[in-house]
């Protein structure tokens, strides 16, 4: 594996309205890092995955995905061209803290879907990628449930299957567990787990389950006004960190517990 | 009754129109609502502009522009094809709206899901956007199916002889003039309620598996 | 009075200003008069409708749904022709075409106006209901205190557009010789033989004022919306 960064972002900015959301965020981050995003809402974090999604345009900067550009925005830079920005975001997948799963498909339909139609497998292909990545998240019996029918846990998890049957590098999660009932939340944060352990995949979760962030991440990022505060690795992020919002935010959230 | 025979003649016609006037103008309602919320002004403009007219004048004008006017222009047609072409253009143009009404109506997060999956914006559209949008749109369309058929009954005016124009061909020979109105009125009746069944049936069997309350 | 080529500016503006501009308040009286039955029948059949008794109020629906389903055109004609048959008393025969548009219009449209009502005064929450029964109000003055002034003002725009839909169906009286805007295009038509100019102004004026009327009906519906 060479040394060049999987994602890396020079100058990113985002502002809504008058709301400057990220700030010149400068980003490196290998490929196969496992790195949580953490922070207080409208920091920022979310913003940078959509932008990486593509579901928002930048106002400013450049990024690069495996060494190739891919968003560009801003005075003088080149714009890619809209046939490489598709391109290049197969590599990407994302899963939402609202599933957005298709509701007039099926489970297996939703996870077929894009392999069928973006990734052009042929139908049994997809079929059976479809099914094996549904077992894989332990939804074996639940191929043909529609969405109306699943616990939202098991909603997340077709989402989460659909997201990685089309087998990208790189996997955004926005705060997947946000919306669950507490007692599901494990079993989402196990199966990240198990992702993460595998090793191959690039990985950015937005999260605010901080036990999980610290056991299971390689790198913790912690947003605070649209710039990157803290960067660092969990220990030290968890035990000693530099800034004082740094602990000032961990104690509010930690102590609620 | 003597009368029934002819009636039904015109009422065929009647059905015929009224189903050809619908496929059209379903296509130009899915066409031009989809056009509408596209980016592209070469895509958005033609679209309003085609809405917008075919919304403010009537139908009744509209057909007599086609029949009437547009020979002035060289552009001659049969009966029958105006008065298709401008039902089906005339419910296109109201469907538009109800398409894109419903189409802006499916979540945010949906487009977003497809969009991480790698579906171009026009993909999206297709295959994930207007099935869900569908459900919503059927109510709706199927009143602009209902106006679809009562404006058949315009088209004897330009002397296609579809049901209305039997009526009063009837009327004018017999003067059994309110026998012949109720049982026409009672025709369209039926056709109207078979259409909104129609749509009913359509609703049940689109909202399948969905989270969805059904209105009976 | 046949002038050169497809469009003569000259013979419009006459026809526009000596028969079209008449015309036009021929067809704003129609339509006026025609909305005030809707408004009143409309509010009517609705009270039926909501009536405890089951008679009086599945006939009302049905009346409600037979006549929206069928042809506006088929009604007039049966106001025009059939109605002089079943209620002689109308004496020598047909009421004036005119009365005839306006009365076929307004019965047509209360079949919508109706449905407005009525949506506007479920949306009114019980509370409000129970309110005026404790206060102890009657029945009469529980609606015309409590209720329908709350319910009528957000219905105000859908009641506005089904306004702009009948200025839009008074073409349909031309067949029964109302001297309306398409009428007098046809009239002017074949005593001229120039279709082109009579027909398009017919077409323009429409579409000016029902695109105006859809912009006020906005502005109505923005202020309304402010207001609550």
């Known amino acids: 594996m060479n040394d060049t960064p999987m994602i890396r972002t020079r100058g990113l900015s985002k502002a809504f309205g008058p709301l400057k959301v990220l700030r010149e965020l400068d980003l490196d981050i290998p490929a196969g890092q496992v790195v949580s995003i953490i922070g207080p809402s409208g920091s920022g974090k979310s913003t940078l995955l959509r932008l990486l999604m593509t579901l928002e345009r930048p106002d400013a900067g450049t990024t690069e995905i495996a060494g190739e550009p891919f968003l560009a925005a801003g005075a003088g830079c080149v714009p890619v061209p809209e046939s490489e920005v598709r391109r290049i975001r197969l590599k990407i997948g994302m899963v939402f803290q609202h599933f957005n799963l298709f509701p007039h498909m099926t489970a297996l339909r939703n996870v077929m879907e894009a392999p069928l139609h973006v990734a052009k497998l042929s139908p049994a292909e997809a079929r059976q990628r479809a099914e094996e990545t549904l077992v894989s998240v332990g939804l074996g019996d639940k191929l043909d449930a529609w969405p109306a029918q699943l616990s939202g846990g098991q909603k997340q998890r077709v989402a989460i299957a659909r997201a990685l049957a089309m087998r990208p590098q790189i996997m955004l999660f926005d705060e997947i567990t946000s919306a669950l009932d507490p007692e599901l939340v494990g079993g989402i944060l196990d199966l990240l787990r198990g992702l993460a352990n595998a090793g191959e995949t690039t990985m950015l979760i937005v999260t605010h389950q901080m036990r999980f962030a610290r056991q299971s991440s390689d790198r913790i990022l912690f947003f605070d006004q649209g710039v990157v505060l803290e960067d660092t690795d969990p220990e030290t992020m968890f035990t000693n960190p530099s800034h004082a919002r740094t602990r000032a935010f961990l104690d509010a959230v930690l102590g609620a517990d | ?216 | 009075m046949n002038g050169r080529g497809l469009w003569d500016w000259g013979f419009a503006l006459e026809i526009l200003h000596e028969r079209l501009i008449p015309a036009l308040g021929v067809t704003v009286l129609a339509t006026v008069g025609g909305m005030a039955i809707a408004l009143v029948l409309g509010l009517v059949v609705t009270l039926m409708r909501r009536s405890r008794n089951r008679i009086v109020s599945r006939t009302a629906g049905f009346l409600i749904e037979f006549v929206r389903s069928t042809p506006l055109l088929i009604q007039i004609y049966f106001v025009f022709y059939a109605l002089p048959q079943i209620l002689p008393f109308l004496g020598d025969g047909r009421l004036s075409p005119m009365m005839t548009g306006v009365v076929a219009l307004g019965i047509h449209y209360s079949s919508y106006t109706s449905e407005v009502y009525r949506a506007g005064i479920e949306n009114i929450s019980r509370g409000q209901w129970e309110s005026a029964t404790a206060l102890g109000f009657s029945a009469s003055d529980t609606w015309l205190r409590i209720i329908l002034p709350q319910a009528i003002p957000p219905i105000i725009p859908a009641l506005g557009n089904y306004l702009v839909a009948m200025f839009k169906d008074t073409p349909m009286l031309s067949t029964i010789t109302v001297l309306e805007l398409l009428y007098t295009a046809k009239d002017i038509g074949s005593e001229s033989f120039r279709y082109n100019e009579a027909f398009t102004l017919v077409g323009v004026l429409f579409l000016a004022l029902s695109l105006l009327s859809a912009a006020a009906i906005r502005f109505t519906e923005r202020k309304l919306a402010v207001a609550r």
């Open chain 2, 1 to 216: 009754m003597d009368l029934i025979p002819a009636l039904l003649r015109g009422l065929g016609i009647t059905v015929l129109l009224a189903a050809a006037g619908i496929v059209l103008a379903t296509i130009l309602a899915v066409l031009a609502g989809s056009a509408k919320l596209s980016r592209a002004w070469f895509l958005q403009g033609p679209a309003i502009a085609y809405i917008e007219v075919f919304r403010g004048t009537s139908a009744l004008i509209q057909l007599f522009w086609f029949y009437f006017v547009l020979p002035l222009f060289g552009i001659e047609m049969h009966a029958v094809v105006a008065g298709i072409l401008v039902l089906g253009l005339n419910a296109g143009a109201y469907g538009a709206e109800v398409v894109r009404g419903a189409v802006q109506a499916v979540p945010r997060g949906q487009w977003d899901a497809a969009t991480a999956l790698g579906f171009s914006r026009g993909a999206a559209l297709r295959r994930i956007v207007l099935p869900q949008a569908t459900l919503s749109m059927i109510p709706a369309m199927g009143n602009i199916y209902i106006e679809l058929l009562k404006n058949t009954a315009l088209v004897s005016l330009i002397t296609i002889s579809e049901l209305t124009f039997t009526a009063q061909t009837l009327r004018a020979d017999t003067l059994r003039t309110t026998e012949i109105f109720l049982i026409v009125l009672v025709m369209y009746f039926i056709v109207a309620q078979g259409i909104a069944s129609g749509m009913r049936a359509l609703e049940r069997r689109l909202s399948l598996g969905r989270d969805v309350v059904v209105r009976t």
